[in-house]
């Protein structure tokens, strides 16, 4: 009977074993869905390589030699780089970039939460707002700097006649031509111009909290200052906290703002990375070293932002 039974089961025809597709069948399958994507990208993907991949690279090498444009380029491993520590006047560059990051950050994601928060109160004229504010944005930034020039100017400029007028000409002095001064007067104007733009995006964030929890806070008697503490500033933190580190990047690339206004001066007392890249460059032609700036840039702003990615997984994580 078992005899009989294991040759039925012998007999009996296996299941359909459907055929594995071989490679090559699977990447024309894969180029047929992928392929007009791909199509699309790439005019981005070789601007991007031709225009920021590439002279990553050669910035990357060209930091190991000292060249100066014309004689061939001579090999030196570290030596720009171990020059670069002991340069006075790049970590004096350095600190300025900082001191403009942070404060510039704070500033214009501050104003810009504040208005974006008053403006979605719908005041009279909130629509008329909203395109006033965002305008400095949208000028351009040499235009921007030789504009405040001009306002920052010592006899005639708006700012000081407008202290005179107003009985506060002992506060007049040369905004951007005095050390102490300098560096904060740049900073007012990055804070002036980009406002806007952390406003505009806190101000999308603002507009899809649901309208409940701003009818309840309201019939609990809610003050506007526990309303933007508990239930605006929690809920938007995510496209906050983007927005800030966004703002830190730019900020830390900052160059024509200075260049128009100070050249990094009076003295080095405004002088930040780019501006300290550029004099080393295009004034003194030391390519090898003004690389070896430059990678380092590269370097503090990567750093930056693979912070930020790790916080923010790990924040969606937790959530």
Not at 57 to 83: A, H, I, M
Not at 177 to 193: H, R
Not at 194 to 223: K, Q, R
Not at 234 to 243: A, F, G, K, N, Q
């Amino acid at each position: 009977m078992a005899s009989s039974q294991q040759s039925l089961e012998t007999a009996a025809p296996r299941p359909f074993a459907r055929p594995q597709p071989s490679v090559r069948a699977r990447a024309k399958r894969w180029l047929q869905k992928n392929a007009m994507w791909y199509l699309f990208l790439a005019p981005a993907l070789l601007m991007l390589f031709a225009f920021m991949a590439i002279p990553l690279f050669k910035s990357l090498e060209l930091s190991f030699y000292q060249w100066n444009g014309l004689r061939p380029r001579e090999y030196v491993g570290l030596e720009n780089f171990t020059d670069l520590v002991e340069d006075r006047f790049f970590w004096g560059a350095l600190q300025h970039t900082i001191v403009f990051a942070v404060f510039a950050t704070l500033g214009t994601v501050g104003i810009g939460l504040l208005l974006a928060v008053a403006i979605s109160r719908r005041v009279l004229g909130s629509g008329i707002f909203r395109i006033a504010f965002y305008l400095p944005v949208m000028l351009p930034m040499t235009v921007t700097a030789a504009l405040w020039v001009r306002i920052y100017e010592t006899n005639y400029g708006l700012l000081n006649t407008l202290l005179r007028e107003i009985g506060l000409g002992a506060f007049a002095q040369q905004w951007i031509a005095t050390p102490q001064t300098a560096l904060g007067s740049i900073i007012a104007v990055a804070v002036w111009q980009y406002s806007g733009f952390p406003m505009v995006v806190l101000l999308a964030a603002i507009e899809n909290i649901p309208n409940d929890l701003h009818e309840a806070a309201t019939l609990d008697g809610v003050s506007e200052f526990q309303r933007l503490r508990f239930i605006t500033v929690p809920l938007i933190r995510p496209v906050l906290i983007s927005i800030s580190v966004i703002q830190v990047i730019f900020s830390l690339k900052v160059f024509d703002l200075v260049w128009v206004m100070t050249k990094g001066g009076p003295g080095e007392s405004s002088s930040v990375l780019g501006t300290y890249l550029y004099r080393k460059a295009f004034e003194l032609q030391d390519y090898g070293y003004a690389s070896a700036v430059a990678v380092t840039m590269f370097l503090i702003i990567f750093t930056v932002t693979y912070t930020y990615y790790r916080l923010m997984k790990i924040e969606a994580v937790e959530y």
